[in-house]
């Protein structure tokens, strides 16, 4: 039986109807979507305070200068000195031991691990800014490394991402798919939820920047905005980087890193990152350049060299990826975001040769060859001298809470955003981005309950207000952020720090600075300012009250934790009974022979 259309009135004015109110539905939503502008959301990995040129760096990084000068450079942003904290906070606003990830997950130990809140996976109790925006109506993406859990319920395709291409480890090699530390049997990447094989091809700033393309492009007509998350590699070791760009830097660092500290000094203070007169103090981990061999000297420079090529690296590809924006036309309605997760990463012995290391990286593959150094199946890091000099001027480095730590570049540009000054030193931190990147896009913050559950408040404060040259801070002179990480420390209040280090480089003492006039560090104001030492102080035990902040166990080391818990996880208990008998073997071996030596003589 042949069914005729309804040509009724009634039928034709209803489907009138309907088209008319669908195409007013459409036309509303592409205006309203019209004023929302597209967000780029650029994480380095491990990158330095002064380690692009915008901030002082030696570095060419033609397509983060243009960003700066085109937008606002914040020279007084901090982040939390280790990347999965930052991560966190990052993308939900909310203080590291509320939502779970007080430390990477690899380094906690276990008499803070049996606690919910020290999983070091991102909880249910919090919504990710991507989960608010995609609810919003924006299109969602993330290419990059991840490293807020890897369980199919953890990874960013179930925390609002629409469509990823994940690393859910602490790192991995940029050349091919292979762990770079054996805590780790495989490099667990992962596509849109599902366990994926990395192409031959593979470099880890070049296929970041690719996937990012690949996911904007394929919703180019739905007239909706995106928020693209690019977390990339760079410069986590190991520091990899094609040869093209390694041979621009060989022989630059040839005078070493006190040179290379002191010239960063100056350029920042002729750039106005710093102020005139800022003085840095001499790390006790960093060595005397003059003690070394010219071989030892040659490999150093030649560390750095590649850390260069590979931060030149990650700009480059940054800069494909702009040009894709412009060529597609939504350049001009794209905002991007640029910072770092943490300050550098001091990882790596003297030579990067020890007969330990050695024989670690050759399980996994590598060599530290002169010549090959930085290519596929090299391994590589700057080792805590040359990570002191990309930290310059500020004091410290990664996982410490001292500036060299947690003060990282921040970059903020648009079309829409035109700021009368290129820079602020307002104070901001980590969690201030996700407030930020909702307000641009005009998507409210959660209420109390969000999806059916309790949720978490957004702790952090919008910049937009400091955009837009309405405010020149966010934060009051009275206004307190606290901060903790495996046991070191700090509370920001106004223009001062209140900081603790634990060792080896740390006394475990509070100190107290004038960041905004000394962001070297190197005037402690603890005597001279007694009682206000003493209220931050108090001001800090009730922010740790409060977030529930575990003390670390004693004798706790954050990379001998790493090992111990890797170790435990890859091969269990066993392991680590069999390592404190050798151990236990090695003490007496040594103590036996010190004692046949004395008895000797």
């Known amino acids: 039986m042949t069914v005729l259309p309804d040509f009724s009135f009634n039928n034709t004015m209803s489907r009138l109807c309907a088209f008319l109110i669908t195409s007013l539905i459409t036309a509303y939503s592409a205006s309203v979507f019209a004023d929302r502008p597209n967000i780029v959301l650029v994480l380095a990995d491990d990158l330095g305070f002064s380690d692009i040129a915008p901030y002082g760096g030696e570095v060419s990084t033609p397509n983060l200068t243009a960003l700066a000068e085109a937008g606002i450079k914040f020279t007084n942003y901090h982040t939390a000195a280790s990347c999965a904290p930052s991560r966190a906070m990052l993308l939900t606003g909310v203080d590291s031991h509320r939502n779970g990830v007080p430390n990477i997950p690899e380094a906690i130990p276990p008499e803070q691990g049996i606690h919910a809140h020290y999983a070091g996976t991102l909880n249910r109790n919090v919504v990710t800014v991507a989960t608010l925006l995609q609810d919003g109506g924006y299109h969602t993406y993330l290419a990059g490394k991840w490293h807020l859990g890897k369980e199919v319920d953890q990874l960013p395709s179930r925390r609002g991402f629409e469509r990823t291409v994940a690393l859910a480890d602490t790192g991995a090699d940029n050349w091919e798919q292979k762990p770079y530390i054996p805590i780790y049997e495989k490099a667990n990447w992962f596509a849109d939820g599902e366990v994926m094989t990395l192409p031959d091809d593979f470099y880890s700033s070049r296929f970041l920047v690719d996937k990012t393309i690949e996911f904007i492009d394929s919703n180019s007509n739905s007239g909706s905005p995106f928020f693209a998350y690019v977390p990339f590699q760079a410069v986590h070791t190991p520091v990899?980087?094609?040869?093209?760009?390694?041979?621009?830097?060989?022989?630059?660092?040839?005078?070493?890193?006190?040179?290379?500290?002191?010239?960063?000094?100056?350029?920042?203070?002729?750039?106005?990152?710093?102020?005139?007169?800022?003085?840095m103090v001499s790390m006790s981990s960093t060595e005397d350049w003059h003690s070394l061999s010219a071989e030892e000297k040659k490999f150093q420079s030649k560390r750095m060299a590649v850390y260069a090529a590979m931060i030149e690296a990650m700009d480059y590809h940054l800069g494909r990826l702009i040009l894709h924006l412009r060529e597609i036309g939504e350049y001009e309605n794209t905002i991007f975001i640029f910072t770092s997760d943490n300050g550098s990463e001091a990882s790596g012995s003297r030579a990067n040769a020890g007969s330990l290391s050695k024989m670690a990286q050759a399980l996994q593959g590598y060599s530290t060859d002169y010549e090959t150094l930085g290519l596929k199946g090299s391994f590589n890091s700057i080792g805590p001298s040359f990570a002191s000099a990309a930290a310059s001027p500020l004091a410290y480095y990664k996982f410490y809470s001292g500036e060299g730590g947690m003060r990282v570049p921040l970059i903020i540009a648009g079309e829409s955003i035109s700021p009368e000054q290129s820079k602020t030193n307002?104070?901001?931190?980590?969690?201030?981005?996700?407030?930020?990147?909702?307000?641009?896009?005009?998507?409210?913050?959660?209420?109390?309950?969000?999806?059916?559950?309790?949720?978490?408040?957004?702790?952090?404060?919008?910049?937009?207000?400091?955009?837009?040259?309405?405010?020149?801070?966010?934060?009051?002179?009275?206004?307190?952020?606290?901060?903790?990480?495996?046991?070191?420390?700090?509370?920001?209040?106004?223009?001062?720090?209140?900081?603790?280090?634990?060792?080896?480089?740390?006394?475990?003492?509070?100190?107290?600075?004038?960041?905004?006039?000394?962001?070297?560090?190197?005037?402690?104001?603890?005597?001279?300012?007694?009682?206000?030492?003493?209220?931050?102080?108090?001001?800090?035990?009730?922010?740790?009250?409060?977030?529930?902040?575990?003390?670390?166990?004693?004798?706790?080391?954050q990379l001998i934790q790493v090992a111990e818990n890797g170790l435990r996880d890859r091969f269990g208990t066993q392991i680590l009974i069999l390592l404190a008998t050798m151990s236990v073997l090695v003490l007496m071996l040594l103590f036996a022979r010190n004692y046949h030596r004395q008895s000797e003589r």
């Open 426 to 557: 307002a104070f901001s931190f980590v969690t201030d981005l996700t407030p930020t990147i909702l307000e641009l896009c005009q998507v409210n913050q959660p209420g109390e309950r969000y999806g059916g559950r309790l949720v978490e408040p957004i702790i952090g404060r919008s910049l937009v207000s400091i955009l837009d040259n309405k405010t020149e801070q966010v934060y009051s002179a009275y206004d307190t952020v606290g901060y903790e990480l495996a046991g070191n420390a700090a509370l920001f209040q106004g223009d001062y720090k209140l900081v603790l280090n634990r060792g080896p480089l740390g006394d475990d003492n509070w100190h107290l600075f004038n960041i905004v006039v000394d962001p070297g560090e190197t005037s402690d104001l603890a005597t001279s300012m007694p009682d206000k030492r003493q209220s931050m102080i108090s001001a800090y035990e009730r922010y740790a009250r409060v977030n529930q902040v575990l003390p670390v166990p004693e004798g706790y080391q």
């Open 240 to 279: 990899q980087a094609p040869q093209e760009f390694i041979e621009k830097y060989e022989g630059v660092y040839d005078e070493g890193w006190h040179v290379l500290r002191k010239r960063r000094l100056e350029k920042a203070i002729a750039l106005g990152i710093i102020p005139d007169d800022t003085s």
